[in-house]
Structure formats: structure tokens, C-alpha cells
């Protein structure tokens, strides 16, 4: 049994910073790609960050130069530093890993919210 442990979500003000981690625990070893996705109300989840094992990150348009995805596999760790925060950038953060053995796992989702 596999489980994603999100924490950092939460209210921030325009402009403001946050930062989300997840953590994996149970039977999952290495982790060959880990990223962050989020959905807004009444749209689809969406790619927002990703980084593979070998370090390789990618980027949505919409955050390149705001966020940072860091990954730690010693840790079973995948972290998303949030700069520059936005109004849209509100939504349901989830955290998504696929172990080097194949399977792949979601977390339960953040909440994060940008004022203006």
C-alpha cells in the first residue's frame, strides 16, 4: 500500500508564496517521475510541474519562472515552490508519482487559494 501525504497548501495573497510537499510511504522504492497537477472549478486537471529521477523538470507555460518542482528520492519527496502567486493560480493542488516499477499513485489534493 501506497500513500501521497500532501501538506502546504492554503491562503495566500497575490503576489505571495507557497510551498507544497508530498511524501510517499509504504511499498514504493524509487520514484522515476514525479510531478504536480491541479484542477480549478469546473475544469480539468492539468500538468502544472514534473521532474524525473534523472532530474529532468517541465513546466506549464502558465508558471515557468513562478514555480519550482524539486524532487528528493533518498526522501520519497516531490516539493512545489510557488512564487509570484496569481488569482488563477487557485485551485486543487495533486500530487502524482510513478514508481520505477510502474504503478503510479495520486495524493488527495491541497487547496490553494490566491486573493487579490
Known amino acids: 500500500q501506497v500513500q501521497l501525504l500532501e501538506s502546504g497548501g492554503g491562503l495566500a495573497q497575490s503576489g505571495g508564496s507557497l510551498t507544497l510537499s508530498c511524501t510517499a510511504s509504504?511499498?514504493?522504492?524509487?520514484?522515476?517521475?514525479m510531478g504536480w497537477y491541479r484542477q480549478a472549478p469546473g475544469k480539468q486537471r492539468s500538468l502544472v510541474a514534473s521532474?524525473?529521477?534523472?532530474?529532468?523538470?517541465n513546466y506549464d507555460d502558465s508558471v515557468k519562472g513562478r514555480f519550482t518542482v524539486s524532487g528528493d528520492n533518498a526522501k520519497r519527496r516531490v516539493s512545489l515552490q510557488m512564487n509570484g502567486l496569481k488569482p488563477e493560480d487557485t485551485a486543487v493542488y495533486y500530487c502524482?508519482?510513478?514508481?520505477?516499477?510502474?504503478?503510479?499513485?495520486w495524493g488527495q489534493g491541497t487547496q490553494v487559494t490566491v486573493s487579490s
Open positions: 521532474i524525473t529521477s534523472r532530474g529532468d523538470s
Open positions: 502524482y508519482v510513478r514508481s520505477v516499477a510502474g504503478p503510479s499513485y
Open positions: 509504504g511499498n514504493i522504492f524509487s520514484m522515476a517521475f
